[in-house]
């Protein structure tokens, strides 16, 4: 398990990746967790990396923007009636 130290130096590491390098991070560390819709045609989709989540913006067009990388769970909130936690919990 990692410290709150590690967890925030991998934190800030991201954060100071150029965005192609953050997005190859979250494609090859994370764990898709829910999307939401942003906008007229966009969506934002929040995946874990580690002890952090990241939310990703896919606007209409077929780029992407790195919205936030975060530790807080309070961010989750808009993602909470997507995911499941039942599966983990275990029986």
């Known amino acids: ?3 709150a130290d590690e967890t925030r130096r991998t934190l800030t590491a991201f954060n100071q990746l150029p965005p192609p ?3 190859t991070c979250v ?3 994370g764990y898709y967790l829910a999307a939401r819709p942003d906008g007229a045609a966009g969506l934002v989709r929040i995946y ?3 002890a952090f989540f990241v939310e ?3 606007p209409a067009s077929s ?3 790195v919205l936030r990388a975060f ?3 309070m961010h989750l909130q808009p993602y909470l009636d997507q995911i499941d936690i039942q599966s983990s919990l275990g029986d």
Do not use: C
């Open 1 to 3: 398990m990692e410290s």
């Open 21 to 23: 390098a953050q997005l």
């Open 27 to 29: 494609w090859e560390q």
């Open 48 to 50: 874990q990396v580690g």
């Open 56 to 58: 990703i913006h896919f």
């Open 63 to 65: 780029d992407f923007v």
């Open 71 to 73: 530790r807080d769970p």
